[in-house]
Nanobody, 121 residues
Framework: QLQLVESGGGLVQPGGSLRLSCAASGFTLDNYAIGWFRQAPGKERERVSCISRSGGSTNYADSVKGRFTISRDNAKNTVYLQMNSLKPEDTAVYYC??????????????WGQGTQVTVSS
């Protein structure tokens, strides 16, 4: 079972920053591409970013380009999402998921609990 655990969410003011972490449990993360997704209330889940197995290739949704940065530390079995210049419309539950490739690939495992990000003054 490919179980990923998201953390790092919280309440932040507009213009602020957060760093989310996606940690693997029971398997080696560097065998997989990883995507970060988010789901706002009443909206479909959308992918915001992904990173290839090596970290050499990344992809971003237009809505977060230039503000979010995805990275991975395979030694720590963790993928990060650095979010800067946060906007109220970034408010959502954020999830990570393993897949066979970035940006295209087959998803593995299931959705975790996610981590709530709230951008509000």
């Amino acid at each position: 079972q490919l179980q990923l655990v998201e953390s790092g969410g919280g309440l932040v003011q507009p213009g602020g920053s957060l760093r989310l972490s996606c940690a693997a449990s029971g398997f080696t993360l560097d065998n997989y591409a990883i995507g970060w997704f988010r789901q706002a209330p009443g909206k479909e889940r959308e992918r915001v970013s992904c990173i290839s197995r090596s970290g050499g290739s990344t992809n971003y949704a237009d809505s977060v380009k230039g503000r979010f940065t995805i990275s991975r530390d395979n030694a720590k079995n963790t993928v990060y999402l650095q979010m800067n210049s946060l906007k109220p419309e970034d408010t959502a539950v954020y999830y990570c998921r393993a897949s066979s490739g970035c940006p295209s690939g087959v998803r593995f495992g299931s959705w975790g609990q996610g981590t709530q990000v709230t951008v509000s003054s």
